[in-house]
């Protein structure tokens, strides 16, 4: 497999610095898709006549699509060329967005949202190796990549209290449009200054590979959210358990014959990948969870008007976007144990205390819950990328964090559908059932808490050097 690449021209200081803008607002906008939508749920509910299940599928519609498609799009982009694919990404994100804005029923809104996701797609994993072609001085690359997490983290954290603003100033169609302006923005621009880049020889195509991740994901997701609805022993949702159990073992088998992988099975070889992987499953299943239960409980229990419920999430908003800075900091300084410990403690602290709350729970404590919750969010991100990334050849950097970032969009589909079909399936109202559901979320911190300590011990550091050792004498890389 070859990795060498067609580097663009040489760019002056003002260009690359508008290229890393462009790439931010395409993360921007794919991240407030992930968030802002949840604020909105209530008033979906009520103007579609949605149920609870239908609510998980327009948040889960969305997370679900990016989680299949993205180590394809970056595939597709290496072949084709990023500046391409980066475009028709941004057009396709920005017509699904106009499509949901005018959707006149609930399955024509999840229908257009999983659009969005095919054009959402190709946006991160695209936009970071537009970046890393732009940018050839290591530290100016750092700097440039860091500037585009921290707007990564600010998006998504900053929807709630936009979509807040919007919902309850023009309606929740209202969340959709902004998108459509920034996307033609972005498509100028990127035509305008983004130079095209691609691989010297792209991956091969891996239609089985990808077919068996649609296969794993999306029918272990719809059994998980329509399991209240037809029974957990029903034959459908037997079924469809079976079909993802399936398709795990035929990709696990598929991909560890084939050269040039979509999935490569050789870097959970390695504990620190492995536990990385996992920890960025349940750090944001907790995510995904949280957001979804607490606007439903917010605005449909608490009677918060949507803009009232933005607000108060503003200090989770805060402490996400300012632990997300510090975090670099500690694990440049200390490595990546001590910011996982914190962030699963933190995660585990603010889900525990929602536990306890009731119809007339305080301001005070949301709060709290909030800001211990949002910190522990706010840590995670880093370590788990240099986790993964230990020992690792720098020639596979890209494709570990594909997997990564895969691994991360399935938590959060995991996520809405596991603590959806909680509150769907109790008997004892909807409060009653959140405190298990936040329970579940609890637990991830916990999980959190323990792999980060196992993924970063002397063991499996040791292993991880190992692991990339192998991976890079199967390699073969072609002068640039």
């Not at 009520?46 to 299940?53: D, G, I, R, W």
């Not at 609510?55 to 799009?73: E, G, K, N, P, R």
């Not at 257009?112 to 050839?136: C, E, H, K, W, Y």
């Amino acid at each position: 497999m070859s990795l060498a690449v067609e580097s663009p021209r040489a760019l002056s200081s003002r260009e690359r610095t508008v290229v890393l803008l462009t790439c931010c607002l395409s993360v921007v906008v794919a991240g407030l898709d992930t968030t802002i939508a949840n604020v909105a749920l209530p008033s979906i509910q009520k103007a579609l006549h949605a149920p609870v299940s239908g609510l998980q599928w327009v948040v889960d519609a969305y997370t679900l699509v990016i989680a299949c498609l993205v180590m394809f799009s970056g595939s597709v982009a290496d072949r084709f060329g990023r500046r391409r694919v980066f475009q028709v990404g941004l057009g396709l994100f920005s017509l699904g967005s106009l499509l949901c804005s005018l959707a006149p029923s609930l399955g024509a809104l999840i229908v257009f949202r999983a659009l969005q996701a095919v054009g959402g797609s190709m946006l991160n994993p695209v936009a970071m190796s537009i970046i890393a072609t732009t940018f050839t001085d290591p530290k100016e690359r750092a700097r440039a990549v860091g500037a585009w997490g921290a707007v990564a983290g600010l998006g998504g954290a900053s929807g709630p209290v936009l979509g807040g603003l919007l919902v309850s100033g023009l309606g929740w169609r209202s969340i959709f449009w902004v998108n459509v302006p920034v996307g033609a923005l972005a498509i100028y621009l990127t035509r305008r200054f983004v130079p095209e880049s691609r691989a010297a020889r792209g991956k091969r195509f891996d239609p089985l590979g990808q077919l068996l991740v649609v296969t794993a994901l999306g029918p272990v997701t719809a059994a998980v959210i329509e399991g209240p609805r037809y029974g957990w022993s029903s034959p459908l949702i037997s079924a469809l358990f079976v079909l993802g159990a399936v398709s795990v073992l035929g990709l696990v088998v598929h991909e560890s014959r084939r050269a040039g992988p979509l999935v490569d099975v050789r870097f959970f070889r390695s504990p620190a990948f492995s536990g990385a992987a996992v920890i960025a499953l349940v750090a944001f299943m907790a995510l995904g969870g949280f957001l979804f239960l607490n606007t439903l409980y917010l605005q449909d229990v608490r009677g918060y008007s949507a803009l009232g419920a933005g607000l108060l999430t503003i200090p989770m908003a805060a402490a996400l976007a300012a632990c997300a800075m510090v975090s670099g900091r500690i694990v440049a300084a200390r490595g990546p144990r001590l910011a996982l410990v914190l962030a699963g403690l933190l995660l585990a602290a603010g889900s525990g205390l929602l536990v306890l709350i009731g119809r007339d729970t305080g301001a005070w404590y949301l709060v709290l819950a909030y800001l211990l919750f949002g910190a522990g969010f706010g840590l995670v991100g880093t370590p788990i990328t240099n986790t993964a990334l230990s020992g690792m050849p720098r020639d596979q950097a890209g494709v570990a964090g594909a997997i990564a970032s895969t691994c991360r969009q399935t938590g959060a589909v995991i996520g809405v559908a596991v603590c959806g079909s909680i509150v769907a399936g109790g008997s004892a109202g909807f409060v009653a059932s959140s405190h298990t559901a936040m329970a579940v979320l609890a637990g991830s911190g916990i999980v959190t808490v323990l792999l980060g300590l196992i993924s970063t011990g002397r063991w499996a550091r040791a292993q991880a050097g190992r692991s990339g050792r192998q991976l890079s004498t199967h390699t073969v890389e072609e002068p640039r």
